[in-house]
């Protein structure tokens, strides 16, 4: 048996600016720009390096990533997911099982986001945030899996979960 990591992160604060914007197509506001290289750092701090990107198609999941990757050298391109664009659980959990690299990334929205970390792992962290899961929060997991295809519900152990606002000094 071997252990994965996922290291799962809602995209960060997007524009509101244009109500003519669809809501796939929203871009990151400058607060969400920010904050999404903050997770970058962050993870890149702590050695979190993904060989796997899953994200959502939507302008704002991809442009999360895109502000995170330059922090991580070595990271492959995202695989854009569909699927993901507000995703609930069951349908996450689909898509991560679909990976094969044993470090995994995954960029979605909320609720779906939310609802997906707490039902992944045993035991939700004591962070106040975690069942929020505001903009830019990222979870890193781990399970004791040899695939992502064995991987279920109410596996998961917490290493970390992080929110931008508490990155920021």
Not at 5 to 30: G, Q, Y
Not at 80 to 102: C, E, F, I, N, W
Not at 110 to 127: H, K, S, T, V, Y
Not at 141 to 167: C, K
Request: include cysteine; aromatic fraction near 6%; charge should be neutral.
């Amino acid at each position: 048996m071997s252990t994965l990591r996922l290291i799962l992160t809602r995209h960060a604060k997007s524009s509101w600016d244009d109500p003519t914007v669809a809501d796939h197509d929203r871009p990151l506001n400058a607060r969400g720009i920010r904050a999404a290289g903050l997770i970058g750092g962050w993870l890149a701090s702590r050695g979190d390096v993904p060989g796997e990107v899953l994200c959502s198609d939507a302008a704002r999941t991809r442009e999360t990533w895109e502000r995170i990757a330059p922090h991580l050298p070595g990271t492959p391109e995202a695989t854009l997911k569909p699927a993901l664009y507000h995703a609930g659980p069951d349908v996450m959990l689909a898509v991560l099982r679909s990976a094969t690299a044993p470090v995994v990334m995954m960029l979605g929205h909320n609720p779906g986001i939310a609802e997906f970390a707490e039902r992944l792992l045993a035991r939700a962290p004591a962070d106040p945030e975690f069942r929020r899961y505001p903009s830019g929060a990222t979870l890193v997991a781990t399970f004791e899996a040899a695939r992502w295809q064995d991987v279920a519900f109410g596996t998961g152990s917490v290493l970390d979960f992080v929110a931008p606002r508490s990155l920021e000094g």
